[in-house]
């Protein structure tokens, strides 16, 4: 009957034009997704550029405001000491700056010391915690969102501290005005953009627009905010908003000390509308596309195709029944239908001849089976012996009427019975399997092993159908392998290098071993003679001999010989040479195994050197060698202990130590020995008796030696000399009890001074204060009863009377501070000069508050000292330059450290009156004055005394200075 198949063709035509538009439609889609992305990207980048843009105009106000505070802390009128100029100057700044609110100076407490306007009631600053922070801190704070209590509107709290004398004095408070902000953002946000800025906490500081909404309220739970005040970085998120429309919110944290984020969000819908009119044209335009091509595929196959599809279906369907004269028509035209029609036909036609060719090729094959030298078996599904032939029934020695449809695993041992099912279900499901060793058993009950190959045949479906396979008995190859395997790992892994030459002396293969031995790769001496290894040292009668053995009946020689590595070193070996004869007796090969004997020649040579070494060591050493055995008696000594005994070496030998000492130096060797089982060194002084009988005092160091098994040996003693260092010993023991004599007349003799000096102290203290007093007294009352009756140069000179003893007493006093340092205990430990230089800073300040003086102090200065002395020390160098720069308008003093021939020096400088080098040499001299009295007041003890205490610290002290231009003080210390 005929075939159609003219739907499913149509169906398998149309398929690719569907698959065409389905791919077509997919790339739309996807290039409508890229654009999206690339269209979301750059909306992304423009929402970050945004928020960067407010961010900074934000940052820029809140840095403009703290600047402006900054320089207001600098006025003198800020100070708040006059409040008619604080207020003048704060009302100005409001005026001008009207961003800022509420300007007001207060003191330390928070209480306010004047304020641009007049403040409200409820105008409180102080209670502020932005107040509160830059009091403890002593910096400058922002604070968080707050209300101004006047106005009720949102601000910004603003606190510059203003530090002194190491705390804060003062401060300066303003409000920043936010709603002024949210109006000047309101022109910049985009249409349909919402912006919010969000100081640290997470509340609404700016929002635009509606910002009624929202300021002043905790944004901490919308989408972003929280992680973006945690993290720090830019971010973008996609997130639902208030008014429930999806935006791309880009938020940026505020790096100024204020804290806080800045997030702009842009409507997703802007960003993805026109994607989506191209995404809906495209789409518009696939479909009016894909109905043209379906309807003129549609016509075109039922046509041009399906008819002659059809007519071929039919013939091939009537040659499977076995038509095999079946022809079609040949078509009209001369299209590729028409070409398969003529095909169709042309391999009708040569069926016919390919059946009969293949009868005859299966006679042909048969025979070849039958006659073929090599064992083959087919085997069904199930194992079953389908066919073997001639060869087979050899290698078997079975009969074919005997193992036709019998299980091949019959004729197999029970090892290979085991493997054959795993193999058999591989080879059937692989179609092909090779290298298969299987164990058989002859019918003789001989066993041997076979390799099996084959392949398996199949039929349309691709059902299994037999197995041919070939058999190769391997029996004796295998055994010739393990030999050659056997030899190999000998070859490979023997310790004696081999070498295998041919008859002619070349060599044909060597052993690992002997490229390690010699240096020579396999591939630089095959082939060449083993004369390239001579090293010269063996004379021809030597290699005549060597051949002379091997061309006799026993064929081998043996023996000691030096050959060369290929590096030109000379080694020694041990070298047996076989000659190997074929059936006929004549040499075929020579086996030469040789043994590398350097290491026991060098080991050899090691113990003579180190035996000659150990002599000569003993002998010459500088002290004597005592070799005690085990059972007390001498075994060894040196020449030098001979020598120091006066006993000859014959003499001392077999004799105990205790033959050389007195019977109190015995006990002590007795003693020694006990010590043994505890340690294995001990050193110790003793006597020993030298021949004429006197004493040697000798340093004993005694070494035990153990064999391999902890048992004692010998010990092993070092004997030095030690007379003459007793001898120093002696008279350095008289040396130091003279001088700790001396150290106690010298102490008791300083001890008298010091009273003595203590009791002068007090003594001219005491007589020139008296009539100092006197004077001053007398003086006094002259000055109240007859003060009238002088004129004015007999009341001037009595004031100078008066003047002249008071500064004496001071020079007293001075003199007597001077005296007593010498004398003070020192307590030395790690001292903070900077401290101690900003101390005296701020008390020299208190006493003239008007002074405009510009103190520099390097902060953790420290040094090893004593804290009290160097109060001292600064005190005079910082006042001597508070005192000398008190002529300038801007004075500048200076503490620090620098680094002077590679020692930590410590400066005071100042830019005051200064002095001149020429008179340098004066200054540290007690009473020695470079300025008059008139000019600048002081007693000329200052100096001195600072002198004085450097001194006690094992420093120095030196000044550098020009007239009008300044002076720098340096010292060091210990």
């Not at 002659?308 to 028509?329: K, Q, V, W």
């Not at 001077?818 to 000069?833: F, G, H, K």
């Not at 540290?924 to 600072?946: D, K, N, W």
Request: net charge negative; glycine share 8%.
């Amino acid at each position: 009957m005929p075939i159609r198949l003219f739907a499913s063709v149509r169906k398998r035509l149309l398929l690719p034009l569907t698959a065409a538009f389905v791919l077509l439609f997919v790339a739309l889609l996807v290039g409508h997704h890229l654009v999206l992305e690339e269209n979301r990207a750059q909306a992304a980048g423009r929402a970050l550029d945004f928020a960067r843009s407010f961010a900074a105009g934000y940052e820029s106000q809140i840095d403009e405001a703290q600047a402006l505070l900054r320089h207001l802390a600098t006025l003198p009128q800020a100070d708040g000491s006059h409040p008619a100029q604080c207020e003048s100057l704060l009302a100005g700044l409001a005026r001008t700056h009207p961003q800022l609110m509420n300007l007001a100076v207060l003191d330390k407490t928070g209480g306010i010391r004047c304020a641009g306007q007049t403040p409200s009631p409820s105008f409180k600053p102080g209670e502020t915690r932005a107040v509160r922070q830059a009091i403890a801190s002593g910096k400058a704070v922002v604070g968080t969102l707050a209300r101004d209590p006047a106005q009720g509107g949102p601000v910004l709290v603003l606190a510059q501290p203003v530090a002194g004398d190491a705390a804060v004095v003062r401060l300066i408070v303003a409000y920043l005005d936010l709603s002024r902000i949210n109006r000047q953002f309101a022109a910049l946000v985009p249409p349909g953009s919402v912006l919010r800025i969000l100081d640290r906490d997470g509340t609404f500081l700016v929002r635009q627009p509606n910002p009624e909404c929202c300021l002043g309220r905790s944004g901490l739970n919308l989408v972003g905010i929280r992680e973006a005040l945690a993290d720090s970085m830019p971010q973008v998120t996609e997130s639902v908003w208030l008014d429930k429309v999806v935006r791309l919110q880009a938020d940026v944290p505020l790096k100024h000390a204020a804290g806080g984020v800045v997030s702009i969000g842009i409507p997703l819908g802007l960003v993805q509308a026109p994607a989506n009119r191209a995404l809906a044209a495209g789409t518009l335009i696939l479909l009016l596309l894909s109905i043209v091509m379906y309807a003129v595929a549609w016509i075109g196959s039922t046509r041009y195709l399906l008819r002659p599809i059809g007519s071929l279906a039919n013939a091939a369907h009537r040659m499977r029944e076995g038509e095999l004269d079946c022809r079609i028509p040949p078509g009209p035209g001369n299209d590729e239908i028409s070409t398969l029609i003529e095909d169709f036909n042309a391999m009708a036609g040569s069926l016919g001849g390919q059946r009969r060719a293949l009868i005859e090729s299966e006679r042909r094959f048969r025979e070849l089976y039958e006659q073929a030298p090599l064992a083959y078996q087919s085997l069904d599904a199930a194992g079953l012996i389908l066919d073997v032939n001639d060869a087979w029934l050899d290698l078997f020695h079975r009969r074919k009427d005997a193992v036709i449809g019998c299980f091949v695993g019959d004729f197999l041992t029970k090892d290979s019975l085991t493997a054959l099912g795993e193999r058999f279900a591989s080879f059937e499901r692989d179609n092909h399997k090779g290298g298969n060793v299987f164990e058989i058993v002859r019918g003789d009950g001989e066993r041997r092993l076979v390799e099996v190959n084959g392949r398996v045949s199949r039929d349309a479906a691709g059902e299994f159908l037999c197995a041919h396979c070939i058999l190769t008995d391997i029996t004796a190859r295998i055994e010739q392998e393990r030999q050659l395997r056997l030899a190999a790992s000998v070859f490979a892994h023997a310790n004696e290098a081999i070498t295998i030459t041919d008859a002619d002396s070349s060599i044909v293969t060597v052993s690992p071993r002997f490229t390690e031995i010699t240096g020579y790769s396999p591939e630089e001496v095959i082939g060449r003679n083993p004369r390239i290894l001579q090293s010269g040292r063996q004379d021809a009668a030597f290699y005549r001999a060597m051949w002379a053995a091997l061309a006799s009946d026993k064929g081998h020689w043996s023996g000691e010989i030096w050959n060369k590595r290929k590096d030109g070193s000379i080694y020694p070996e041990w070298l047996s040479i076989t000659a190997v004869r074929d059936d006929a007796g004549k040499v075929i090969n020579y086996v030469a195994i040789f043994t590398d004997l350097s290491e026991r020649v060098a080991a050899e040579q090691a113990i003579r050197d180190s035996e000659q070494r150990y002599r000569t060591m003993f002998e010459s050493a500088p002290e004597g060698v005592w070799i005690i055995g085990a059972d007390e008696r001498t075994i060894e000594v040196n020449q030098r202990l001979s020598d120091l005994l006066g006993y000859s070496r014959e003499e001392m030998l077999g004799k105990e130590p205790t033959d050389f000492t007195d019977a109190d130096n015995s006990r002590i060797f007795e003693a020694q020995k006990n010590r043994r089982a505890t340690t294995t060194r001990r050193n110790y002084e003793i006597a020993l008796r030298h021949r004429d009988g006197h004493n040697i005092p000798v340093s004993f160091s005694a070494n035990n030696l153990y064999r391999e098994d902890g048992s004692l040996l010998a010990v092993l003693a070092f004997v030095s000399d030690i007379t003459e260092r007793k001898a120093h010993e002696q008279e350095r023991q008289r040396l130091h009890e003279e001088l700790e004599q001396r150290v106690i007349e010298r102490t008791r003799a300083l001890l008298t001074a010091n009273r003595e000096l203590g009791a002068f102290s007090y003594s001219v203290s005491h007589d020139l204060r008296a009539p100092l007093r006197a004077i001053n007294g007398f003086s006094h009352a002259l000055e109240e009863e007859y003060g009238r009756l002088l004129d004015d140069n007999g009341r001037h000179y009595l004031a100078r009377v008066r003047a002249g003893s008071e500064r004496m007493a001071e020079l007293i006093d001075h003199l007597l501070e001077l005296s007593q340092l010498s004398r003070r205990e020192m307590n030395i430990a790690p001292t903070d000069l900077s401290f101690i230089a900003g101390e005296i800073a701020a008390e020299l300040h208190a006493e003239e508050p008007a002074r405009r003086v510009e103190w520099i102090i390097a902060p953790d200065v420290c040094a090893r000292s004593d804290a009290v002395l160097l109060r001292v020390v600064l005190l005079n160098l910082l006042g001597n330059a508070w005192k000398y720069t008190s002529r300038r308008g801007e004075a500048r003093i200076e503490f620090g450290t620098a680094e002077h021939a590679g020692r930590r020096t410590y400066f005071v400088s100042d830019n005051g009156a200064g002095f001149d080098m020429a008179h340098v040499g004066k200054l540290f001299g007690a009473f020695q004055r470079l300025h008059s009295p008139a000019e600048f007041p002081g007693s000329g003890i200052g100096l001195a005394t600072v002198a004085r205490v450097i001194h006690r610290h094992g420093g120095e002290v030196w000044a550098e200075g020009r007239p009008e231009t300044g002076a720098t003080f340096y010292f060091t210390l210990a």
